[in-house]
Nanobody, 118 residues
């Protein structure tokens, strides 16, 4: 198993930036997929960005060019750099890990609140 601990959420003005961090309780080198999801009030949880251990990244269309996911295997940490934030980015952001030969293992963090408002 792996425990995930998110940090970095805050209240920020539109156009501002934040960097979220997801610290894992063990090495993420062998974790196939590390991702960030978000859930706004009254909406379903959606995938924001995901990074594979092979270097492939995937982004939600609405965040392309503004958000960047990165993995630091030495620190067992995944980051989400968020620039040009918009009010519609307001949500609880969750870190997710998926691993195993058939991607059968799945772990979630508790989430960190991001609020974009003037």
């Amino acid at each position: 198993q792996v425990q995930l601990d998110e940090s970095g959420g805050d209240l920020v003005q539109p156009g501002g930036s934040l960097r979220l961090a997801c610290a894992a309780s063990r090495s993420i080198f062998s974790i196939n997929l590390m991702g960030w999801y978000r859930q706004a009030p009254g909406k379903q949880r959606e995938l924001v960005a995901r990074s594979s251990n092979g270097g492939t990244t995937t982004y939600l269309d609405s965040v392309k060019g503004r958000f960047t996911i990165s993995r630091d295997n030495a620190k067992n940490t995944v980051y989400l750099q968020m620039n040009s934030l918009k009010p519609e980015d307001t949500a609880v952001y969750y870190c997710n890990a998926v691993w195993g030969p058939t991607l059968e293992n799945n772990s979630w963090g508790r989430g960190t609140q991001v609020t974009v408002s003037s």
